[in-house]
């Protein structure tokens, strides 16, 4: 059982918007800013595509954008192109005991 | 630019230690805090541990009694060892790097397949 609670799916069409939430507690996603998204492909290492709640790396798409309402985290990704394929974490920092924190992952589809 | 490369054993079994380094490239090994985190059959991420250059070490409590954590500053190396494993922890176990003030995983290796079979 994760610590943060993702869907197992979701799915979309090529030029449409999705949204995953990543739903925590008041120790986590709750009490810090500090929610990060990273989007895995099979047999490639992780790659970030959010941190600190809404920020983007440099080279990621500004199709991709994060928010938070209380303890739930979301990521959107607009105008889905067929390359967003893949599954997508969500990740919090809960305590120094338990420094980071992750959801069981969510699989986008693009139909 | 950073650049992590793993390795170690990918087949163990019941009860032996799990050993696995990672070493750093491209970039300064001091500047960030090093971390070890799994994926498992149908669980998703779990971070196991960080360290940092001086050799002070957090691990996740669940894990705590089985990891130790080490680095070697002179290979810009670190390493992890978990004991006594069993088929739970069969994963694939990624190291990575965490920046300082930061709480997000920068920068990952490209991860080593452990499994633990009799």
């Known amino acids: 059982q994760s610590a943060l609670t993702q869907p197992a799916s979701v799915s979309g069409s090529p030029g449409q918007s999705i949204t995953i939430s990543c739903t925590g507690t008041n120790n986590d996603v709750g009490a810090f800013n500090f929610v990060s998204w990273y989007q895995h492909l099979p047999g490639k290492a992780p790659r970030l595509v959010i941190y600190d709640v809404s920020e983007r790396p440099s080279g990621v798409s500004d199709r991709f954008s994060g928010s938070k309402s209380g303890n739930t985290a979301s990521l959107a990704v607009s105008r889905l192109q067929p390359e967003d394929e893949a599954d997508y974490y969500c990740?919090?920092?809960?305590?120094?005991?338990?420094?980071?924190?992750f959801g069981g992952g969510t699989k986008l589809t693009v139909l | 630019q950073v650049q992590l490369q793993q390795w170690g054993p990918g087949l163990l079994k019941p009860s032996e230690t799990l050993s696995l380094t990672c070493g750093v490239y491209g970039g300064s090994f001091r500047h960030f805090y090093w971390t070890w985190i799994r994926q498992t059959p149908g669980k998703g991420l779990e971070w196991i541990g960080k360290?940092?250059?001086?050799?002070?070490?957090t691990s996740n409590p669940a894990l705590r009694s089985r990891v130790t954590m080490s680095v070697d500053t002179s290979k810009n190396q670190f390493s992890l060892k978990l004991s006594s494993v069993t088929a739970a922890d069969t994963a694939l176990y990624y190291c990575?790097?965490?920046?300082?003030?930061?709480?997000?995983?920068?920068?990952w290796g490209k991860g080593t397949t452990v499994t633990v079979s009799s």
């Open positions: 360290i940092h250059h001086s050799g002070s070490a």
């Open positions: 990740s919090s920092h809960a305590s120094e005991n338990s420094f980071l924190v």
């Open positions: 990575g790097g965490v920046m300082y003030d930061t709480y997000y995983v920068d920068v």
